[in-house]
């Protein structure tokens, strides 16, 4: 069906364009502690290092296109990632040439003025010339790639010709493909652009009803791994609006928060696109609202036996902002459990925002400490967050209680049996008709260990039925060729935090280890 295509590639789109997201974390925190080591009672050679530090981050903010694009084909390819990538590489660079050489040759050219390229829908990108899409560019050629390269990168030809064949021959093909986008995005892309700032201006104009739906989105849609959809663009692309920070223009709520860091000293005010980087507040005291609540319904008997489950998926939550191991204990059970939760986040960023907290949590608390010190408490009004966050915290709670016990929801430790079943501490969403074969219950062991990537592996209808395995923050995202092969029963005897299948794609919740999961588990099935 045409809707579950439209879903596939959604979910395919958003699980790749995670990996060069996941360095940005690293870039925001490196640029925070390189504005604190410039402050004015720092020793010279500690500013020296802080400038160091800012130039190096700065390089990689202004450069997010190129990232994004490599980033992307290399993800978005099933196998021979590494060629993908450097192919990526090349088609970004072939298409500025090309882009340059076209605007030379007609006379299209803006030249720079007081502000320099600003205004003009034209930016210098590698030391070219270009139309300014952006973050977009990458984006686009990105997947433009990754779809040529899988399309084409296996078929081979023979004897003489064997040298055009494989990679090479998806190398051939998006010569004429670049150079065709290059041209049209001369013409078309200022059109484009002029949409762009429409959506920007009208989701700005929405105010805090914007706000809410934005906030409310980036929860709910969790589940289906479709969140990334919604916070990227907004956090990464001129979407979330654009700012003039230092003389430089600057896109995305994201990058304008980074670049004004950089400029810590004259900022009196933070950008209004900060609102779109507040979504980490349900990380902390939602989740931590919500684990109380459970801990607190839970039968005595069973109090031990929850915390020492949801206590540690509490600290990742608060600390690194990764939610998913405290989500999957209740999104299944009670899908009214994750509406409400779902609200809360939306009605408390809105709320905060109204207050005036400018505050910048896109992550955890490492990172939200981190990076908002750099600014006079003054500017970001970080104390606003904490008053909410603690009135915020015993609302979740006080609500879950009522509801769990309410409606008699089986969440962690309700249960006489938890503990003795799997599935309690494994929530798993199957298709109908998956086999239910029968295995033995008995955990797989650590995380990355041989026997847990077996599970999974056997789980997921072994090696024959997988396509592919790639992983976001928290899960493993893989692509097998029949549902139907599915052991339900394995899965559920495997470590992890909960599964989902949709169609052929399966999503397996595990945590901060994922990735050491998907390296053994590719290592055993012979992927790249």
């Known amino acids: 069906m045409m809707k579950d295509k439209v879903m596939e590639l959604s979910q395919k789109f958003s699980r790749s364009i995670v990996k060069p997201v996941m360095f940005m974390a690293v870039m925001g925190t490196v640029l925070a502690i390189a504005v604190l080591l410039q402050l004015s009672f720092m020793p010279a050679?500690?500013?020296?290092?802080?400038?160091?530090?800012?130039?190096?981050?700065?390089?990689?903010?202004?450069?997010?296109?190129?990232?994004?694009c490599v980033g992307l084909a290399g993800t978005l390819a099933k196998k021979k990632k590494v060629d993908a990538a450097i192919l990526g590489l090349i088609v970004f660079i072939v298409f500025l040439a090309a882009n340059n050489e076209w605007l030379t040759m007609h006379k299209m050219l803006a030249k720079a003025g007081a502000a320099g390229l600003y205004g003009t829908g034209q930016n210098l990108v590698l030391g070219f010339q270009v139309v300014d899409m952006n973050v977009f560019l990458g984006l686009i050629l990105g997947c433009l790639t990754g779809y040529v390269y899988n399309k084409f990168s296996e078929k081979e030809f023979i004897d003489v010709f064997r040298v055009y064949g494989g990679p090479r021959l998806a190398f051939i093909i998006m010569i004429p493909t670049a150079l065709v986008f290059a041209v049209a995005a001369c013409y078309v892309w200022p059109v484009v652009n002029g949409w762009i700032s429409a959506l920007s201006g009208l989701i700005k104009s929405s105010g805090l009803f914007g706000l809410f739906i934005y906030?409310?989105?980036n929860k709910v849609l969790i589940p289906l791994?479709?969140?990334?959809?919604?916070?990227?663009?907004?956090?990464?692309?001129?979407?979330?609006?654009?700012?003039?920070?230092?003389g430089q223009a600057v896109s995305g709520a994201a990058n304008i928060f980074y670049a004004e860091m950089g400029q810590a000293?004259?900022?009196?005010?933070?950008?209004?696109?900060?609102?779109?980087?507040?979504?980490?507040?349900?990380?902390v005291f939602g989740s931590l609202g919500v684990v109380l609540a459970m801990i607190k319904t839970a039968k005595p008997k069973n109090k031990a036996a929850v915390k020492g489950m949801l206590l540690p998926a509490l600290f990742v939550s608060m600390i690194a902002g990764i939610t998913e191991p405290i989500d999957f204990t209740f999104l299944f059970v009670s899908p009214l459990l994750w509406v409400v939760h779902s609200v809360y986040a939306g009605i408390s960023e809105v709320i905060l925002y109204a207050l005036g907290a400018r505050t910048y949590m896109l992550y955890g608390l490492l990172d939200d400490v981190i990076s908002n010190s750099v600014f006079s408490p003054s500017v970001t009004k970080f104390y606003l967050v904490i008053i909410v966050g603690l009135i915020m915290t015993g609302v979740w709670y006080v609500t879950f209680v009522f509801l769990i016990q309410k409606l008699k929801i089986m969440t962690p430790g309700r249960r006489d049996d938890f503990g003795n079943d799997a599935e309690e501490n494994a929530v798993l969403a199957v298709p109908d008709g998956a086999e239910e074969a029968d295995t033995p219950q008995a955990k797989g062991g650590e995380i990355s260990s041989p026997k847990n990537a077996e599970l999974m592996i056997q789980g997921l209808g072994g090696q024959e039925n997988i396509v592919s395995v790639t992983n976001c923050f928290t899960r493993l995202r893989c692509e097998v060729r029949d549902e139907s092969k599915i052991d339900g029963q394995v899965l559920k005897s495997a470590n992890q935090k909960g599964v989902v299948v949709k169609a052929k794609t399966v999503q397996i919740i595990i945590g901060m280890q994922v990735e050491d999961l998907k390296e053994e588990i590719c290592s055993r099935l012979n992927f790249e």
């Not at 959809?229 to 230092?246: E, K, N, R, S, V």
């Open 225 to 246: 791994g479709l969140h990334h959809l919604l916070w990227m663009p907004f956090c990464f692309t001129p979407i979330g609006g654009t700012a003039t920070i230092g």
């Open 215 to 217: 906030s409310f989105g």
């Open 265 to 283: 000293g004259s900022i009196a005010a933070l950008d209004s696109s900060i609102r779109f980087c507040t979504f980490g507040f349900v990380k």
């Open 45 to 68: 050679f500690v500013k020296d290092l802080g400038d160091l530090l800012k130039a190096m981050m700065n390089a990689m903010l202004n450069n997010l296109s190129v990232i994004f």
